[in-house]
């Protein structure tokens, strides 16, 4: 593993976007021989995690199309974070100048929004960090090396966007990188960790810096109900116009409104200053809310 982790390192230093002979190297390895390894200790990391073996994930990524600066391979709950734009789990990020791979408790740092990959508020990711360190503040105690901000030097915005998203992390230098048995407890050391923070979001009614239920369900049903597709002659399925697409987005955020207005909130449509779309206030509570198209 530890061959791998400084292989990869050599290669970030010719990253280059298009899908050159040392990026696909670089994709097999992250998307396939390190998740190979970490598949050998599913067991442990399924003990670790408290979850069970069959729910245990390991994916990895360099990019779609493009090739992505900062590579990853991480570890995850299926059911809990079947996707890398939400949630908790543990993650190597590779550095964009290639000097050092982290091993993060990390999170979901963007999101899909109408059809758009876009980075999510970091004061909602501060208060998911801030909820999440008390939980694991016993158990991090264990090791003095943990960091709590790190540096990925990338040159995209998408390769710096996972550096907020960051709980704890162990930092592996390219000239002082640990052998595998060493990397592999530090792996299930971090395991343990996201498998509190599982255990802790499994019982709360809602984390800090998240959508209320309630929010995230009338904004997704606002979007459903405006979302009436026109059926095409010729049987090629259902297309939308730009025309069409706007009228959807308009009629999704009036409903929103009304729902959140009906349950007692102010609320201002900020969409066209703001990456989201409406701003909620009710007494203390603030709430700031994307409307989301259910174009599937």
Do not use: C
């Amino acid at each position: 593993m530890d061959e791998l982790l400084s292989e990869v390192l050599d290669l970030q230093k010719v990253w280059e976007a298009k899908n050159s002979q040392p990026m696909q190297r670089r994709g097999v390895i992250v998307r396939t021989e390190i998740r190979a390894w970490l598949r050998e200790h599913v067991g442990a990391l399924s003990k670790a995690m408290g979850i069970p073996v069959d729910d245990v994930g390991v994916e990895g990524k360099d990019g779609a199309g493009q090739r992505a600066e900062v590579a990853w391979t991480r570890v995850h709950s299926k059911s809990r974070t079947p996707s890398a734009t939400n949630g908790w789990y543990v993650v190597y990020l590779f550095s964009g100048d290639g000097e050092r791979v982290y091993l993060s408790l990390n999170q979901g740092t963007t999101e899909w929004i109408a059809g758009e990959l876009k980075p999510r508020e970091p004061a909602a990711l501060k208060k998911r960090i801030e909820w999440a360190h008390p939980l694991i503040e016993q158990a991090a105690a264990e090791r003095a090396d943990l960091l709590t901000e790190i540096r990925l030097n990338a040159r995209t915005k998408l390769g710096r966007g996972y550096e907020p998203g960051n709980v704890v992390a162990i930092e592996y230098r390219r000239d002082s990188i640990p052998d595998s048995d060493a990397l592999g407890r530090d792996l299930l050391f971090m395991a343990r960790l996201l498998g509190l923070l599982y255990k802790a979001a499994d019982n709360a009614t809602h984390v800090p810096g998240d959508l209320p239920v309630e929010v995230r369900e009338a904004t997704q049903s606002a979007a459903t109900t405006a979302n009436r597709r026109t059926a095409r002659k010729g049987g090629q399925g259902f297309l939308l116009t730009a025309t069409e697409r706007s009228a959807i987005e308009k009629r999704s955020v009036l409903l929103a409104m009304d729902h959140f207005k009906a349950q007692g909130w102010t609320v201002k449509d900020v969409g066209a200053s703001k990456p989201y779309d409406l701003h909620l206030t009710r007494g203390d509570e603030k709430l700031h809310v994307e409307v989301n198209l259910a174009l599937s």
